[in-house]
């Protein structure tokens, strides 16, 4: 077996890791001392801008997209070293080579499935990175979870679909540059397949009837680099049909393949983000003494560093799996590694960085390490793209099934 990247991804690895060196830890304190002096707490401190003209002069931009009219033309097994990479400082280097959530998916899905009109008036401005965009689908007063479960009507008034729900945590929706909401609701509610109701449309944000109420916190974070999570009120928008994704009735398989490569590459930043962690716990373990020795001498916090490498080791193989998988049978034929990754990822990564938290004692959970903010992330990702526990069932049947 050969477990060498080739030779496009490893040069690409090495811009990439020289820019986070260069450019983007040293921005991660400028970008917090901007903000603090911004107008309203949801734009972008200057030096994020200056991060992304510099990614998009040394080539390290729109790296996620597998197509190469849009993107770099990657593949998973390409991008996966390279989203790690970003997810060492998650806050920062996504959005620094435009390849940051919602905005990934909803490209892919603009791409994918969006006419020439869609592609020209939204895509085009998302690649540039001249706009951002929401992705409208979880509600509150259903369990989401459950995709079939979505109540926003969509229905269709002579050339005009009107839209009516309420949403939240639509990630990007509080940020000033969000101009485009990809919205999923049903347009045939009471059809007799549960999985042809609900159908995608775009809906901009300036539209009449759509009113972002608030921002919600995640953990107490409002994560202003991704844009927050809002909740959102569609009250008779009315959009032209020509808004609709695709055919009416496609949403849930448009959904779907959004979350494949959407789960894939949160897993391969979660990675990132405990590489980052044990970084910390090394530099804490050898910078502090306790009880006459080193941290680092101590067996307890030897143990959790060693389990740490063992544990990220073991999932950096599972997810290039899965992106070699999903490059060379689809993302239905690796259907069960994807939910795997999406299981055993998050809840590994959400431990480590608990043990990096404890390490650091009071500065694990302040606001001078990046940990505790890590953590909030990595947690949320055990519910965001379905519950651990919707993955859980679904691979379970499929390895039951097997025996029946």
Request: glycine share 8%.
């Amino acid at each position: 077996m050969d477990f060498a990247f080739d030779a496009r991804t490893e040069e690409l690895r090495a811009r990439l890791l020289a820019f986070m060196d260069e450019h983007v830890y040293p921005a991660e304190q400028v970008a917090h001392e901007q903000r603090a002096r911004l107008s309203s707490p949801w734009e972008n401190p200057p030096v994020v801008e200056e991060l992304k003209a510099e990614a998009r002069r040394q080539g390290l931009w729109n790296l996620f997209l597998p197509d190469a009219e849009y993107g770099a033309g990657l593949t998973n097994l390409q991008y996966a070293p390279l989203a790690e990479i970003t997810g060492r400082s998650p806050q920062l280097a996504p959005t620094a080579t435009n390849c940051a959530a919602p905005d990934t998916g909803n490209m892919e899905v603009l791409a994918q499935f969006g006419d020439e009109r869609q592609k020209k008036q939204w895509l085009e401005p998302l690649l540039a990175g001249e706009i951002r965009s929401a992705f409208a689908m979880t509600e509150p007063d259903v369990a989401s979870s459950d995709a079939t479960n979505i109540t926003t009507h969509i229905r269709r008034e002579g050339d005009e679909y009107v839209i009516t729900g309420r949403k939240w945590y639509i990630s990007g929706a509080m940020h000033p540059d969000c101009k485009i909401f990809i919205v999923m609701g049903k347009t045939d509610p009471d059809g007799p397949d549960i999985r042809r109701q609900q159908s995608m449309v775009l809906v901009p944000r300036d539209t009449p009837g759509v009113t972002v109420k608030r921002a919600m916190q995640v953990f107490g974070y409002e994560d202003h680099y991704h844009g927050g999570h809002a909740e959102v009120v569609f009250d008779e928008a009315r959009v032209p049909v020509s808004n609709l994704i695709g055919e009416e009735g496609g949403g849930f398989a448009i959904a779907q393949a959004r979350l494949g490569p959407g789960r894939i590459h949160h897993c391969m930043r979660l990675i990132g983000m405990a590489e980052r962690a044990i970084e910390l716990m090394c530099r804490r373990a050898v910078s502090r003494e306790a009880f006459g020795k080193a941290l680092a001498q101590q067996g307890v916090v030897q143990n959790w560093i060693a389990d740490a490498r063992v544990a990220v080791e073991q999932l950096r193989l599972l997810v290039l799996k899965t992106a070699w998988m999903m490059d060379t049978v689809g993302n239905r034929g690796a259907h069960t590694e994807i939910q795997a990754i999406k299981i055993a990822t998050p809840r590994t990564v959400v431990g480590i960085l608990d043990r990096a938290i404890q390490l650091h004692g009071a500065g694990g959970v302040s606001q001078d390490f990046p940990l505790a903010e890590l953590y909030a992330g990595a947690r949320t990702l055990m519910l965001a793209d379905g519950p651990d526990e919707v993955h859980q069932r679904s691979l379970a049947r499929r390895e039951i099934k097997k025996y029946l």
